[in-house]
Structure formats: C-alpha cells, structure tokens
C-alpha cells in the first residue's frame, strides 16, 4: 500500500483556547501515540486533511512530514476523527503510530463487482458486509476486496471462505460469514376487501345466465 504524506505540526500549548484559536487559523488540533511512545500534541492543516485522508475508504498508512525530527518519517493510521456535528468540519484527530515491520489488524471494504445472474434473472442481491477484519503487514493492506457476483444464481451466496485474499493477508471473520446473496424476488399479494368474493361469484352466475337484473313490474 502506497503511504499517504502529509504535513504536521508538533504543538506545545494545549486547552480549548489553544484548539479554538488552531481551528480558527485553519488547523485541526490532534494527538499522536502508540505502543511504548508518549502522546505527542499536534496539528494539521484543515484543507490538506480533508483532500488527502478525510475522503478515503479504508485503512492508509499516513507518513509525517515535519520540521519536528522525532515526527518527520513517522508511521501512523488513522484512529478517529471529531466532527463539528453541524459543519461536519473535523475537530480533533487522533493518529495511532505502527511499525511497519509488525503485522496490524484493520478493516478493508468489501466491494462488490458485476451482475449477478440471478438478479438477472429476477431476483435480489443482498449485500450484508461492508467491510470486513483483516490481519497483515501494513504495507501489505489491501485498498478494497472485490467479489465477483457475475455468476451467482438465485439462492446463491458468497461467504468469507470464498475470498481470494492477496497473498499476507489473512482474515479475522468467521469462515462461514456471509457477504452477499441473490434471493428470489418476492411477489406482494394485495388484500381482498371482505365480502369481494361473494360479489364476483353473483356476477359471475349473472353473465353465465346471460340475463340482466331488473326490478319487477308490480301487477294491479
């Protein structure tokens, strides 16, 4: 997987007036940690986030470009963004370091490709997961897994035992999972208005009969 480079800032200050006057200077106030490192207070800028990380599906490796030495080169994943929950724009960001050389656990997309037959065919395709856990190196994750549904019929389904993974990479799920199916199409029945039938009946003796109803003409 390609790392995604991106500027950061180490920041000393720290309180709600620090992140208020960040945020208002067009920076995103974070924290940088992992295994056996103190956290280290830092900021990006708002714009650059957004266009290189925000929008991505998955998991990316993201490499630190700093005129702080101890952050310049450093490996880190995205652990969790904080949004404005009516501008959305991000609020603090939380960066986890890896080593590169230790295997990691994240989720990769699930993305589903083709027509299936069986939709084809009339029928509906489910699709149950999203996204599932996988265990590899992080220069080995994969951007996305695609399933080819092309051939599935109706009543057929996809499993996580069916996965072609890369080579590295392992799965966390249960081999018996299922991500995507074709079920039959369901035909919806639209009630009948009590005392329908019994109307349709007479009607229908009525035109075999061939006869008209018609009042009586009363005799004097």
Known sequence: METIKLSVEQRQERGKGEMGRLRRSGRVPGVFYGPGTNS????????????????????HL??????????????????????????????HIDF???DVKVPI?????????????????????HYFRREIMVECLPLDIPESIEIDVTPLE????VRVEDL???????????AQLMLASVAAPT???EPVEEGADEA???DGDTSEAGETPSEETPTE
């Open 40 to 59: 280290v207070s830092v900021c990006v800028d708002t714009r650059e986030f957004q266009y290189k990380v925000e929008g991505l599906e998955g998991s």
């Open 62 to 91: 993201i490499e630190f470009l700093s005129q702080t030495t101890d952050l310049n080169g450093r490996i880190a994943l995205l652990k969790d963004v904080q949004h404005h929950p009516v501008t959305t724009e991000p609020l």
């Open 96 to 98: 986890y370091e890896i």
């Open 105 to 125: 656990q994240v989720g990769v997309p699930v993305h589903l490709v083709g027509k299936a037959e069986g939709v084809t065919a009339g029928g509906v395709l």
């Open 154 to 157: 109706i009543n057929d389904a």
């Open 164 to 174: 072609k993974l890369p080579s590295g990479v392992s799965t966390l799920e249960d």
């Open 187 to 189: 035909v919806v029945e």
């Open 200 to 202: 349709l009946a007479e």
